[in-house]
Structure formats: C-alpha cells, structure tokens
Nanobody
Framework: QVQLVESGGGLVQAGGSLRLSCAASGRTVSRYAMAWFRQAPGKEREFVAAISWNGGSTSYADSVKGRFTIFRDNGKNTVYLQMNSLKPEDTAVYYC??????????????????WGQGTQVTVSS
C-alpha cells in the first residue's frame, strides 16, 4: 500500500510560480512512473505531466508545456511539479498518482493505481 501526500498549493497571482510536492510512504516508488493530474470544478480529471520511473523521460499536456516541469527525487520518494507563468485556467485541485512499474507514464488516469488527496491551486487574474 502506498500513501501519497501532495503539498505546495495555494493562491497566487497570474504570472506567479508554485512548486508542488508529492511525498510517498509505505513503499518506495522509485521503480514506478509518476504523474500529476488536475481537476477543476465540474470538469473531469485531466493529465498535466508524467515522469518515467528513472526520471529519464517526461511528458506534458500541451496546455502546460514550457511552463511546468515535473521531476523526481527517488532518494526522497518524492515527485515535484514546478509551475511557472501560472494562468487563471490552471486553477484546479492537483493530484499525483503512482503508475506502472518500469514505465514511461501514460496520460490516462486509469493507468494510475494510487492517488493523493490533492492540493488546491488557485490563480487570480
């Protein structure tokens, strides 16, 4: 069993930055792909970014490419999402998920078996 705890969310003005953290416990996640998804009120959970089990490959939604960076520290069992140039449309609850072992990480929520409780990100205009 894996427990995930996201943190780092908050209220920020458009153009600002936040860094989200997702700390895993109960099992090492160093062999698993990890990803960030987000969900705005009334909308489905959508893919934001994924990172391969070894950190060598990343992928991003078009809407965040060039502004967000996903990275991981396997020694700390933690994955991060650096978010720059934030826009009001980035407002959502952000969730991290644990994907498949030795995987590059996909874009479907169905590929992720464990989720954290989420952290709220609100970007004001």
């Amino acid at each position: 069993q894996v427990q995930l705890v996201e943190s780092g969310g908050g209220l920020v003005q458009a153009g600002g930055s936040l860094r989200l953290s997702c700390a895993a416990s109960g099992r090492t996640v160093s062999r698993y792909a990890m990803a960030w998804f987000r969900q705005a009120p009334g909308k489905e959970r959508e893919f934001v970014a994924a990172i391969s089990w070894n950190g060598g490959s990343t992928s991003y939604a078009d809407s965040v490419k060039g502004r967000f960076t996903i990275f991981r520290d396997n020694g700390k069992n933690t994955v991060y999402l650096q978010m720059n140039s934030l826009k009001p449309e980035d407002t959502a609850v952000y969730y991290c998920g644990v994907g498949r072992q030795f995987s590059y990480g996909g874009r479907s929520p169905a590929e992720y078996g464990y989720w954290g409780q989420g952290t709220q990100v609100t970007v004001s205009s």
